[in-house]
């Protein structure tokens, strides 16, 4: 699960212009981990902010640094959290990813809503296998 979260880990220094975050948003990529020098995550970009700027200023003329339309209150996860809690916590908020950062709070991966479920009903028909072959007797003395 982390594996493929690392994979759809893109981030941006939190120095870079707006415009660079555009490029950086394309097919595939619909939100970006904001970093500071030590690799800290500060906030998140996402194509809408991109976009509601770009509306307010002057197209690809916009400079302005990422840091003025990221999100500061970030919730993200850890890699040692419960799979289910991560999915609690995301629906609470609404939440499409969610970024994984490590003991220091640098991001390490981020996962998306369809892979947390995804997992997550692998789980329940594992389980419902179990349930299933249990009350059958199969496998069982």
Known sequence: MLQSGRTTLATIDSEQPLIKAAGQLGAGTDILAVVGSAGMLLGIVTKTDV????????????RCAVTTVM????????????LQDVADRMKRHHLKNIPVIDAEGRPIGMLTARSVLRVLLGDAEYEEAQLVNYVKGIGYR
């Open 51 to 62: 976009v509601r700027q770009m509306a307010v200023c002057d197209g690809t003329s916009c």
């Open 71 to 82: 999100t500061t209150a970030v919730t993200s996860c850890t890699a040692s959290d419960p």
